[in-house]
């Protein structure tokens, strides 16, 4: 009898590596071996790749939210009542009053908040913006310098052109900023006028008359998020409220805090500082619907690409049945000379688990380099099928975003090496319970 030796000693090694190595009888075990090799290594590298696309995405989504727009925003619903006297009679009258009279005091007392960044009081609206006989219809922000150069992607965006130091510089009309889209839309460029078109105009006794004033261009700035670029008008906040006719009131307050993904954790807070008719929305409840979308796809996304790693070391377990049927009569000879099952099962899994990790290896190295070089990769892409193959009007984003998370590298590691583990146990096991009369019995 054979001396018991340690699992997984030497020669199990030895004896493994000697099947795995491909030989001109057993073609067939060779063919399989490459095959499941390959299928591994692409199914985890589709895997990575997937995994710091999807990412990429979410982080690029939050990051251009969160960096161009209030973390949360404030605004008023109250209802006003007042007399008016009409002859002898007194009537009350109630109207509905959606804007804001204290809004610097009131940012001021919010920015005392612990977390709060900052507290900016706004005006809003949308208009129509056109030079020569072209137009486009934006949404209006009016603020102050100091405030707009707090926010993150207007102060340090994807690229600009023009200076914030201008803005407001003008007394007439004063200098505005606005993003990469508005700008090629209209064919402007920083210096030129362009005029604004407002519909809430001057009241008079036939109506409400539409207002147009010109403004000079001196920042353009793009921000990475192509909906933000392609509408976004930032104008001095006096011009803004004669604009708009907002005299000495705002619309909104915006307000950034620490950490934009805990924004739940000032809300109350915040209510707590606000009175009974103002209502908080954050960014959540604005881009809430995509935030779910993309939750949903990442859970779809990765139990699709875990099948597929899962049809890949399928494949190991054909090579492994083909190996021990080819080699049944080396399983039996090893037998009778005193192997034992559990060093027959060790072979095998060493057969099938070396094929299932060196394959993962390889997928993990591919998937991580396509990551970082995901830009020159479909640029070049891009360049073969002749352009047009990412169009931002539609996706909404300029280029691919793919950021590499170790989390998500683990995961796709852990999936591979536990399915190709798994699933090489049981042609392993088969060979250890073979036979060994019946394996030599036709030799």
């Known amino acids: 009898m054979m001396a018991r030796t340690a699992p997984f000693s030497r020669f199990e090694w030895m004896i493994a590596w000697r099947y795995i190595r491909a030989k001109r009888e057993t073609g067939g075990v060779s063919i399989m071996t490459w095959i499941s090799l390959i299928g591994v290594t692409l199914a985890v590298f589709a895997l990575i790749a997937v995994l710091g696309v999807r990412s990429g995405f979410r982080a690029d989504f939050v990051d251009t939210i969160v960096g161009a727009n209030a973390h949360l925003t404030v605004r008023q619903n109250a209802v006003e009542t007042f007399t008016v006297t009409q002859g002898d009679q007194s009537v009350d009258v109630t109207r509905r009053v959606d804007t804001i009279a204290d809004g610097d005091a009131l940012a001021a007392r919010l920015r005392q908040i612990e977390g709060v960044t900052r507290a900016a009081p706004i005006v809003r609206g949308e208009a129509l913006a056109s030079l020569a006989d072209k137009s486009s219809f934006v949404q209006v922000y009016g603020i102050t310098q100091g405030d707009l150069t707090d926010i993150p992607l207007v102060r340090a965006p994807q690229s600009s052109a023009g200076s914030l130091a201008d803005f407001g510089a003008d007394a007439e009309g004063g200098g505005i900023a606005l993003g990469s889209g508005v700008a090629r839309n209209l064919g402007v460029t920083v210096g030129d006028r362009i005029n604004l078109l407002s519909a809430t105009g001057v009241q008079t006794a036939a109506g409400r008359s539409p207002r147009r004033v010109a403004f000079d261009v001196a920042y353009i700035f793009q921000t990475g998020r192509y909906v933000t670029d392609i509408s976004r008008i930032y104008l001095p906040l006096e011009d803004a409220?004669?604009?708009?006719?907002?005299?000495?009131?705002?619309?909104?307050?915006?307000?950034?805090?620490?950490?934009?993904?805990?924004?739940?954790?000032?809300?109350?807070?915040?209510?707590?500082?606000?009175?009974?008719?103002?209502?908080?929305?954050?960014?959540?409840?604005?881009?809430?619907?995509?935030?779910?979308?993309?939750?949903?796809?990442?859970?779809?996304?990765?139990?699709?690409?875990?099948?597929?790693?899962?049809?890949?070391?399928?494949?190991?377990?054909?090579?492994?049945?083909?190996?021990?049927?080819?080699?049944?009569?080396?399983?039996?000879?090893?037998?009778?000379?005193?192997?034992?099952?559990?060093?027959?099962?060790?072979?095998?899994?060493?057969?099938?688990?070396?094929?299932?990790?060196?394959?993962?290896?390889?997928?993990?190295?591919?998937?991580?380099?396509?990551?970082?070089?995901?830009?020159?990769?479909?640029?070049?892409?891009?360049?073969?099928?002749?352009?047009?193959?990412?169009?931002?009007?539609?996706?909404?984003?300029?280029?691919?975003?793919?950021?590499?998370?170790?989390?998500?590298?683990?995961?796709?590691?852990?999936?591979?090496?536990?399915?190709?583990?798994?699933?090489?146990?049981?042609?392993?096991?088969?060979?250890?319970?073979?036979?060994?009369?019946?394996?030599?019995?036709?030799?």
């Open 241 to 443: 409220q004669a604009f708009f006719s907002r005299d000495g009131v705002h619309d909104e307050i915006e307000i950034y805090v620490e950490d934009p993904d805990r924004v739940s954790d000032w809300i109350q807070p915040l209510y707590a500082a606000l009175g009974p008719d103002s209502f908080l929305y954050s960014w959540k409840d604005n881009e809430g619907a995509y935030l779910r979308a993309l939750t949903v796809e990442d859970n779809v996304m990765f139990v699709i690409m875990a099948i597929l790693v899962l049809i890949a070391s399928m494949n190991i377990i054909s090579g492994l049945i083909m190996l021990v049927k080819n080699k049944g009569r080396d399983i039996g000879i090893l037998r009778t000379m005193g192997l034992s099952e559990g060093s027959v099962l060790r072979i095998f899994f060493i057969c099938g688990a070396g094929l299932g990790t060196l394959g993962t290896l390889l997928g993990v190295i591919l998937g991580v380099l396509f990551v970082i070089y995901i830009d020159q990769i479909f640029a070049l892409v891009n360049y073969v099928a002749g352009g047009g193959v990412w169009d931002p009007s539609i996706r909404g984003i300029y280029t691919i975003p793919a950021k590499l998370e170790l989390d998500d590298v683990l995961k796709a590691v852990v999936l591979s090496l536990s399915l190709s583990w798994i699933v090489t146990l049981f042609p392993a096991r088969r060979a250890a319970r073979m036979n060994p009369v019946e394996a030599l019995r036709y030799e």
